[in-house]
């Protein structure tokens, strides 16, 4: 095949030991090229409606997209996706690293995991070559020691070890899967799908080259060397190399929306100790970099001080940053760098751990929950020591640790009283460390996000907010022609919305990091285009791709009608529609009606029902899949 | 005066520095100051000086002032 994939999926059935493989034909993967689109279709096509996200008959895809390990600057994601166990809905994370573009050289489009292993297992992939062996000798081990005795079992020092720790095993609803130590598919549960399946890990290695897969690779080298040299003359792209995302903790201080104390407030005073000029000084020790990437985004630290913090498990990006420090009310850059080690160990997800823990620090200092439930942990805010036992008790399900690993959503439940009013979530996805009410557009994809709140569905509006800004520019070729201002509420706020969702979505299609394209960093539109026509050979322009973003996302919507949700359900935390306490936009809330008018506008501009949100039978004929409403049960 | 360059500011400053020193004999509009720093209006979204927010277009600063520039920022 020479349309930029391999045409095969690994199907691995874990309670019989077998394997198979699934030829894809070119119809098929036109419809569905990878990542979001494919799992989707896969999930919608292969799982009956209420399965036990955590039984055996759920399915883990894990799928690489259309130009995952290309030669160029963040061609390297791969999308986890699985019923969440954390929300309900079709479950989706996205991660970065080398073990996407590894399954593509080993020949493999996707790996689909059924059923359930009997006894711990891991997976070893050489090419064509697939073992299913033992790992009980490495079941609750953490990710270090295991990828280091995978890597001595298979004689191969760069195997890519894509696996679970603890936090996977002990079925944490937002746990984590981890590659290379420091990649996350972090959101909506995945690792605990793993868990349940007793994979602790899957080793890749592989032969190939993207290239062999290409209809004309020659442009896409080209474009490689072009962007490796552009980094340092886009001030995105360098600044993204240059501070990573702990760059923007200051900047969104501000403009009054660091999320402060679970979102009471947008202004941190501790902010001066957890800003990147703080990061560099006190945790810096390198910067690394992904497959192929010329940008450089990720750091590493390493704390031999207040706290002892390895170098092995990557840095803390903004949303530890922020859900640790600011969120927990926490200003010591060494305990946040902690926490997000011990996410990282256990592989839990840090943006949702950190949020939990905010959470349970809100009900303590409402007694909702007392010294007796701590086990004697003195849980306000502010307190580094209660946040990081806090993130040691979840992981090991101890104590109240077992309630909270359990998710704000549930855990509130339990708790009773006020307690729903301090849990941050959409759909039981706790809230990334962005405060919509400064961000109207990235509320809305908090709301409508088939996944939960996802600060990766939106553009961030002050992006697109001067017509004569680089990103704003880097956003036109979109279609995207008129600025507003961040909280602008209009329809046509939700005109841009639309397109650029479209678009992140189809980042996650194609394998493109949230860090490469414009608008959020230096990869033209043009650029993306001409790849993804290099890669294929199917001449497409840009409608085409936003097609395939728009394609993915009706499917998982279809997911969740199956699993009854609906228009009910795309809403936002009561707290965002009260008033921030301080900061630049002190006083300001959301306003109930500008939110449920955006958000009939975002259906109707989607062709979705706006009393129900889901999309109409025309709508999916015009994607091509008007199969899939069936598949759903929604005619 | 010194001038705070946040997020891709500095990008705009030849050498790259988050905290320039500038000596300014008299008041003068903040869009000017910009102007001759070469630091484009449109990557700015936030301006405070001395630590209180600004509209950009209205803002005068003085010798001795703290200013504060942030841009826009997308996700982290
Ligand atoms: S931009 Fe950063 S996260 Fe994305 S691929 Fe490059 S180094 Fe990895």
Redesign the interface.
């Known amino acids: 095949m020479a349309f930029g994939t391999t045409g095969r999926i690994l199907w691995v059935d874990l309670t019989q030991g077998t394997t198979y493989v699934e030829t894809l034909d070119e119809a098929t993967y036109r419809l569905y090229p990878g990542g979001k689109a494919l799992g989707a279709y896969l999930l919608l096509r292969h799982l009956p409606a209420n399965v036990d996200p955590l039984g055996p008959d759920n399915i883990l895809v894990l799928a690489s997209g259309l130009l995952t390990g290309a030669p160029f600057s963040t061609a390297t994601r791969f999308s986890a996706i699985a019923r969440s166990p954390l929300t309900g809905t079709y479950g989706e994370s996205e991660a970065a690293g080398f073990w996407g573009p590894e399954l593509k050289m080993a020949g493999w489009e996707a790996i689909v995991l059924t059923g359930r292993a009997p006894q711990p297992v891991w997976i070893h992939i050489r090419d064509d070559k697939v073992e299913i062996r033992d790992a009980t000798h490495l079941w609750g081990h953490e990710p270090l020691e295991v990828q280091t005795a995978i890597r001595a079992e298979t004689g191969d020092k760069v195997t890519r070890v894509l696996q679970i720790g603890i936090g996977g095993e002990n079925l944490v609803r937002y746990a984590a899967i981890t590659n290379d130590l420091r990649h996350y598919n972090g959101r909506n549960g995945m690792g605990a799908v793993m868990g349940s399946k007793l994979v602790k890990a899957i080793g890749v290695r592989g032969s190939g080259k993207w290239i062999q897969y290409a209809h004309d690779a020659q442009p896409v080298v080209e474009l490689g060397r072009r962007l490796a040299k552009g980094v340092k003359e886009h001030?995105?792209s360098?600044?993204l190399q240059?501070k990573g995302?702990?760059?923007?903790t200051?900047?969104?201080n501000?403009?009054g929306i660091l999320p402060t104390r679970n979102f009471h407030q947008g202004a941190f005073e501790g902010v001066d100790n957890i800003k990147w000029?703080a990061y560099e000084k006190e945790l810096l020790t390198a910067r690394k970099s992904c497959y192929a990437c010329a940008v450089r985004c990720k750091r590493e630290v390493r704390v031999d001080d207040r706290y002892q913090v390895s170098d092995q498990y990557g840095g803390p990006?903004?949303?530890a940053v922020s859900g640790f420090g600011s969120n927990c009310g926490v200003d010591d850059l060494q305990a946040i760098a902690k926490a997000n080690e011990l996410c990282n160990r256990y592989t839990l997800d840090a943006i949702s751990t950190a949020s939990v823990v905010a959470f349970a620090m809100e009900c303590f200092e409402h007694g909702l929950i007392g010294l007796d439930d701590t086990d004697g942990v003195d849980l306000r805010f502010g307190h580094a020591e209660a946040m990081l036992q806090m993130v040691d008790m979840i992981a090991q399900r101890r104590g109240i640790g077992n309630l909270l690993a359990e998710g704000v959503k549930r855990a509130a439940q339990a708790i009773g009283g006020d307690a729903h009013f301090f849990a941050m979530h959409v759909k039981g996805q706790e809230l990334p460390?962005?405060d919509p009410r400064g961000k109207f557009g990235?509320g809305l994809g908090y709301a409508v996000s088939e996944n939960g709140a996802d600060?990766?569905v939106a553009?961030?509006d002050?992006?697109l907010?001067?017509?004569?800004?680089?990103?704003f520019k880097g956003a036109m070729p979109l279609g995207i022609r008129v600025a507003l201002p961040?909280r602008d509420s209009s329809r046509q706020k939700v005109v841009n919305y639309t397109i650029a969702e479209n678009w992140n979505s189809a980042e996650k299609v194609i394998g493109l990091c949230?860090f490469g394209p414009a608008?959020?960093s230096y990869i033209q539109v043009e650029d993306v285009v001409m790849a993804v026509n290099a890669a294929t050979g199917w001449g497409w322009g840009v409608n085409d791709i936003l097609a395939v973003g728009e394609r993915a996302t009706n499917l998982a919507r279809l997911f969740n009608a199956r699993e009854g949700f609906g228009r009910a359900d795309d809403r936002l935390p009561d707290r965002l529609f009260t008033p921030l306490e301080n900061g630049?936009l002190e006083g300001v809330a959301l306003s109930r009606d500008d939110f449920e008018r955006a958000l009939t506008d975002v259906y109707d501009l989607k062709g979705w029902d706006t009393d129900t949100g889901v999309p109409t039978p025309q709508k999916l004929d015009s994607l091509g899949i008007g199969w899939a409403a069936e598949a759903a049960d929604v005619t | 005066m010194r001038l705070h360059l946040g997020g891709h500011l500095n990008w705009y400053d030849a050498q790259r520095r988050t905290d320039v020193e500038v000596r300014l004999a008299e008041r003068m509009p903040l869009l000017d100051l910009l102007h001759q720093l070469g630091v484009p209006r449109s990557e700015i979204i936030v301006a405070a000086v001395n630590g209180r927010a600004v509209p950009i277009e209205d803002a005068w600063v003085a010798d001795g002032d703290r200013v504060d520039l942030y841009p826009p920022v997308g996700g982290g």
């Open positions: 001030p995105q360098w600044d240059e995302t702990p760059g923007i200051s900047a969104l501000a403009a000029e990006e903004y949303e460390m962005h990235v600060h990766l553009a961030h002050p992006t907010a001067n017509a004569e800004s680089v990103s961040p949230f608008p959020r630049a």
